[in-house]
């Protein structure tokens, strides 16, 4: 029903910085909540972040907050996650997901997950 496809994860430098983008597709559903999670192999796919419908309100999680920014673009159904000063447990696959609202994605309820992008952060 709804796609969402993410990209720009990579290697990258502790202390570096990188954006992450979700460009959703097909049948979406309007207004929607965006946000991201993160897996590291053998835990549990973890929040990071979250964005109402109108960008005005978001969610962090502790460990994200001070160093993350999400921020979306409805013109372009897209969300990003501008990650800064980047530490090596920041390395995990990174997942989009949406949501008609965004406490959804907060409980990780939501049915809509993106296939995830790799970033790796190096020391």
């Known amino acids: 029903q709804v796609q969402l496809v993410e990209s720009g994860g990579g290697l990258v430098q502790a202390g570096g910085s990188l954006r992450l983008s979700c460009a959703a597709s097909?049948?979406?559903?309007?207004?929607?909540?965006m946000g991201w999670f993160r897996q590291v192999p053998g835990k549990e796919r973890a929040f990071a972040a979250a964005i109402s419908w109108s960008g005005g309100i978001t969610y962090y999680a502790d460990s994200v907050k001070t160093r993350f920014t999400i921020s979306r673009d409805n013109a372009k159904d897209t969300v990003y996650l501008q990650m800064n000063s980047l530490k090596p447990e920041d390395t995990a696959v990174y997942y989009c997901a949406a949501d008609r609202h965004a406490k959804g994605i907060i409980a990780g309820t939501t049915d809509y997950w993106g296939q995830g992008t790799q970033v790796t952060v190096s020391s």
């Open positions: 097909g049948r979406t559903f309007s207004p929607f909540a």
